[in-house]
C-alpha cells in the first residue's frame, strides 16, 4: 500500500516576529507583553484539571472531600474546648480561698500509689442567713470544729474514687502542738478527732489523721454548710430514696418513706442527722455516703461535666466558701475534671473506719470510737497500695460480666437476714425450686428445699409471716412484686412464702446498710435510687 503524505512541518518563525492575528481575535500587542496573560490562563486550567482528577479519583476511592472537613471541625473543636475549659478553671482558681495544712511537716508517711484527699465539712452557720438558720434549725453559736470528715482515695489510674469516712467522735491521741486561737503550747493529749481542728486547724487535723491512718494526704479541701446547700442547688437538688420515714427533731428532717429530691437545705437535714435511730453517728455517716453517691450521679447523668457553661455554674458557686492547699490548683482540677467524666457510681465506693468499741470512756472527754486495730490497718494498707475496697469495684479483678442486671430497691431489713421457706402452690412442676433459686440469688436465706402446697392452687403469691416480723415481710414481699401479705400470729421467724400462678420473677432488693466484702464497702451503684 502506498504511504500516506505526511504533513509540512511548520517552518521556525524568525526570533521576534509577532505571531499572526487569528481571525475574530483583536492583537494584544506584541508576543512579549502577551506571554504572562497566557502563562496566568494556562495555570489556571492546570489547576482546575488537577482539582477535577483529584475529585474524581477520591470518589472512586470512597473518600469524599467532607471527610476532611469534619476532622478538621474536630480537631477545632477538642482544642477550643480545652481552651475554654482551662480559661474558666483558672477563673475559678482565683476565688477559693488557701491553706498551708502542710507547712513545716516532717516524718510523714510515704506517699504510696494513687492521690488522697482529706475532705472536711466544717460548721459554717454564720454565713447563713437568720431565715435559714430557723428552717434548717441551725441554731445557737457556730464552732470552730468539723462536722464531717471523710479520706477520698483516687485512684493512679483515675477509674476509681475510694471514700472512707473517719467517724468526728473517733479516739484520737493529738501530736504535740500549738493551740490555733489560744497561742499556748501543748503537748501529746487524748481527745475526739474533730478537736484537731478546733485545737490547731487544717495542719493539726492533717498531722493527726495522717498519724492515725499511716496514709499521706495530698491536698486538703473544706466545705462549709453554705458551699454544701448552695452546691446541691446549682445541681437542681439530688436524689434520696429511704426504706422507711425518717425523722430527726434536732435538724427538723421529715421524709416519708420513698423517693425525694431534696434541695440544698433538705440535704443538709439529712446528712446532719443523727437522732433517728440508735444508729447515731455511724447511721450518719452512711446517710452522708448514700448523699456522695447520689451526688455523683446527678453531676455524671445531668452533663455538667461535659458541658462548660454548667460546669462553671456549678464548680464557681461550690468554690465560693471552700478552703484549699495552695497545691490543689488549675492542672489538678482539670486532671481530675477529665477523670470524672467517666465516672458513674459504680465508681466510686464507700465504707466507714471498723470500730472495736463503741461508747470507749476517756476521761474528761466523754464516750468515744476506738478504732479496730487490725481491720483499720487492712483498710488503710489497702489505700495505699492503691487497691479496691469492694469486689466489684474498677480494678477489683471482676471477670466477664453477665447481662446488664435491673436496679435493686431499697428495703429496710437485709434479705441475708431473713430466713425463707417457698412452697409450690400451684400445678406447674419445678416452680418452687426456681422461686427458691430466685430469691436466694437477690440475697435471702432460703431453706434450698422448697416443699409442695397440700390445699388448693394459689392464683396470688402470698408472703405468710408472724406480725413480729412485719418489717422483714415486707421486704420479702417488695422482691415479690404484686404479692399478698397474709400475717400468721406465731409463726416464728421463718416466713412462707406461697408461689402462685401469677409468679413472673423476683425483683431484686438490697438493705440501706449493706456493706459487702473484706472492708464493709459498697459502690456507689449499690445506694442510689434505683
Known sequence: ?????????????????????????????????????????????????????????????????????????????????????????????????RVDP?????????????????????????????????KYRLGGAPCRCTDTIMLVHVSEDRERASIVSLPRDSYAELPAHTDATSGDKHGPHPVKLNAAYSEGGPHLTVRTVESMTGVKINHYLEVDFTSFMKTVDSLGGVEICTAKPLKDSHTGLDLDAGTHKLDGGQAL?????????????????????????????????SGVLLNPVKFRGVTSTMLDSVRADKGFGTEEMLALGKAMRDFTPASSEFTSVPVAERGFPVKGIGSTLKWDPEKSGKLFRALRED??????????????????????SAVEVSPQQIRVQVYNATRQDGLGQRVDGALRGTGFNTTRAPLNHTGPEVSRTQVLFDPRWDRSAKSLATALPGCELRPVPRQGATLKVMAGTDYKTVRPVRAEDVHQGEFGAVTGDQVVCP
Open 387 to 408: 487497691k479496691p475496697l469492694t469486689p466489684s469495684a474498677p480494678g477489683g479483678g471482676r471477670g466477664p460480666q453477665g447481662p446488664k442486671q435491673p436496679p435493686a
Open 102 to 134: 502542710f507547712k513545716d511537716m516532717k516524718n510523714r508517711p510515704d506517699g504510696g500509689h494513687g492521690m488522697n484527699i482529706l475532705l472536711v465539712g466544717t460548721d459554717g452557720r454564720d454565713k447563713i442567713t437568720k431565715e435559714e438558720r430557723q
Open 1 to 97: 500500500m502506498p504511504t500516506p503524505p505526511r504533513s509540512p512541518r511548520p517552518r521556525p518563525r524568525p526570533a521576534g516576529r509577532p505571531r499572526p492575528a487569528q481571525p475574530g481575535v483583536r492583537a494584544a500587542g506584541n508576543e512579549r507583553s502577551a506571554q504572562p496573560a497566557r502563562k496566568a490562563r494556562k495555570a489556571r486550567k492546570a489547576s482546575a484539571a488537577r482539582t477535577a482528577r483529584t475529585a474524581r479519583a477520591r470518589r472512586r476511592n470512597g473518600r469524599p472531600r467532607w471527610g476532611m472537613r469534619v476532622a478538621t471541625t474536630l480537631s477545632v473543636l477538642v482544642l477550643g474546648a480545652g481552651g475554654i475549659g482551662h480559661a474558666i478553671v483558672t477563673s475559678l482558681d482565683t476565688g477559693i480561698g
Open 269 to 301: 437535714q439529712y446528712v446532719r442527722s443523727r437522732y433517728l435511730d440508735g444508729s447515731s453517728d455511724l447511721g450518719r455517716m452512711q446517710r452522708q455516703q448514700r448523699f456522695m453517691a447520689a451526688l455523683i450521679n446527678q453531676a455524671t447523668s
